[in-house]
């Protein structure tokens, strides 16, 4: 069966673009999660989603990240404008439920440089 | 914010050796969950432990938990080169949803 799919894999942009991140969770999954990995700072959560629904947005550094998710089989994280400091890889994550004992799936994850 | 912290940062053995990774967390829990991350690639759920068990198997994965001393341990018996990847553990978050996952362990398994 299909696993999280993300895309791009590599994302290589100057800084001021806007970039998007895309996310395709496995079917019939109900939570999703985006989740920021570096090197300094390990695996950050940035947003959770409910049955589509933004839960817990707390994570996102600033006003130059926002996430929808339009429907249950897609969501996209945008960075507008980027900056440097967001090169890391992002990933996303799905589960079935909505409690933290739940297995998390994990996509392969963007890897972002901004220039 | 990170709740778990593994320990050693990163381990070297040769195949047949057994590994054994360890963790530490700051709050009380309800259930531990360990992961593994291939270079390049995302977290794979391996294994997950409730705060009422002392102990979990799962093949050559063997897990204990200590409450008392907020910690956890992976030992992976009869390492193989395949074996070689990033192991995290983590806890659940105060929210109740998410996962505080911790640096991880660098294990390189050598032929």
């Known amino acids: 069966d299909a696993g999280v799919i993300q895309s791009p894999r590599h994302e290589v942009t100057e800084m001021g673009q806007e970039v998007t991140l895309r996310c395709k969770p496995i079917?019939?999954?109900?939570?999703l999660f985006w989740y920021r990995q570096t090197m300094m700072r390990g695996l950050e959560l940035l947003i959770y989603f409910n049955n589509n629904v933004p839960i817990d947005d707390s994570g996102m550094p600033e006003d130059r990240f926002s996430a929808k998710m339009p429907n249950a089989s897609f969501s996209t994280l945008k960075i507008q404008p980027s900056e440097p400091r967001d090169s890391a890889v992002y990933f996303c994550a799905s589960s079935d439920g909505g409690t933290g004992a739940e297995d998390k799936h994990f996509g392969d994850g963007t890897r972002l440089s901004i220039l | 914010s990170q709740q778990g912290e593994e320990d050693p940062q990163a381990l070297s053995i040769q195949e047949g050796e057994n590994a054994t990774m360890n963790c530490s967390y700051k709050t009380s829990i309800n259930n531990l969950q360990w992961y593994r991350q291939n270079s390049g690639r995302g977290l794979v759920h391996l294994i997950l432990?409730?705060?009422?068990?002392r102990e979990k198997h799962s093949g050559r994965l063997r897990v204990t938990l200590d409450t008392s001393k907020k910690s956890s341990s992976l030992l992976i018996t009869a390492s193989r080169a395949a074996d070689t990847a990033s192991y995290f553990c983590?806890?659940?978050?105060?929210?109740?949803?998410?996962?505080?996952f911790g640096k991880g362990t660098s294990l390189l398994v050598t032929p």
């Open positions: 079917s019939g999954h109900n939570s």
């Open positions: 432990i409730r705060s009422n068990e």
């Open positions: 983590a806890t659940e978050a105060n929210s109740g949803y998410a996962l505080n």
